[in-house]
Nanobody, 127 residues
Framework: EVQLQASGGGLVRRGGTLRLSCAAS????????IGWSRQVPGKEREGVAC????????YYSDSVKGRFTISSDKAKNTVYLQMNSLKAEDTAVYYC????????????????????WGQGTQVTVSS
């Protein structure tokens, strides 16, 4: 069973940093890309980053590019999201999911229809 557990959220001041972790289990880590999305109540889920375990390529939304960095520790089956220069608009619940590693879903951050979202982690940025 594919399982992903996000952690590392918290309350941080504007301009601060956080590092989120996504621990994966139940599947061969290299068989999927790992994507991060976020959701604010009343709004659609937004894909923010994706790590391609196939070629170590990374992809970001325009809203986080230059501030967030996605990385992987394959020995730990874990993907990280380093978030710097946080803004109030980054406040959301952050989720990670296993994404089909071939095709365009990871590069385009198209996570629609995925059902293996783990429990999210709340990030709150105070102004």
């Amino acid at each position: 069973e594919v399982q992903l557990q996000a952690s590392g959220g918290g309350l941080v001041r504007r301009g601060g940093t956080l590092r989120l972790s996504c621990a994966a289990s139940g599947f061969t880590f290299d068989d999927y890309a790992i994507g991060w999305s976020r959701q604010v109540p009343g709004k659609e889920r937004e894909g923010v980053a994706c790590f391609s375990t196939y070629d170590d390529a990374t992809y970001y939304s325009d809203s986080v590019k230059g501030r967030f960095t996605i990385s992987s520790d394959k020995a730990k089956n874990t993907v990280y999201l380093q978030m710097n220069s946080l803004k109030a608009e980054d406040t959301a619940v952050y989720y990670c999911a296993a994404v089909p590693k071939y095709g365009s879903r990871c590069p385009t951050l198209d996570f629609s229809g995925l059902t293996n979202w783990g429990q999210g982690t709340q990030v709150t940025v105070s102004s």
